[in-house]
């Protein structure tokens, strides 16, 4: 069995990671009835992504094995909020694993590429987008050493 690699996302990689994002968020749909998509949701998506490709403060980086990819991430350098010494935060928007792909530690070797890359842009401190229904979600960030800063509040 060949080995897992990560590396950027490139636009051809667009369709298959469209296909992972809207079954992410079909299940989240299950959880959450505010979560609503447009018939043409995996079109935006897909188009939105392909100009953060291009984005110098995004990365976007999926996870394959014998040329078929099991995940993806998506991390984002922002500035941080004024008054804190630090100047620059990791953002993880998305981090996404093919349900069906049974592979252990490709969250980790997700976030490890993530990692390296805000370190490369010297932002030592992540903040990471984790549904608040999602258990799963939720274990892994625990697992890796994150904890609640704030919460996101959705108001309709």
């Known amino acids: 069995m060949q080995a897992i690699i990560v590396r950027p996302a490139i636009l051809i990689d667009l ?3 469209a296909r992972l994002w809207h079954e992410k968020m079909v299940l989240q749909q299950q959880f959450d009835r505010r979560i609503t998509l447009t018939p043409d949701a ?3 998506w897909s188009a939105a992504t392909a100009a953060w490709l291009e984005d110098a403060d995004c990365y976007v980086c999926v996870a394959e094995r014998n040329q078929c990819i099991l995940g993806y991430a998506i991390g984002w350098v922002k500035p941080a909020p004024p008054g804190l010494v630090l100047e620059r935060i990791g953002y993880v928007t998305e981090l996404v694993v093919d349900a069906h792909a049974h592979q252990g530690g490709l969250g980790r070797l997700l976030l490890s590429a ?8 010297k932002t030592q401190q992540i903040l990471a987008c984790v549904p608040h229904r999602g258990a ?10 994150a904890s609640e800063w704030v919460d996101l509040m959705w108001v309709k």
């Open 42 to 44: 995996s079109r935006r």
């Open 114 to 121: 993530l990692r390296q890359w805000f370190t490369l842009r």
């Open 15 to 17: 369709p298959e990671l």
């Open 136 to 145: 799963v979600e939720q274990a892994f960030w625990r697992a890796q050493g």
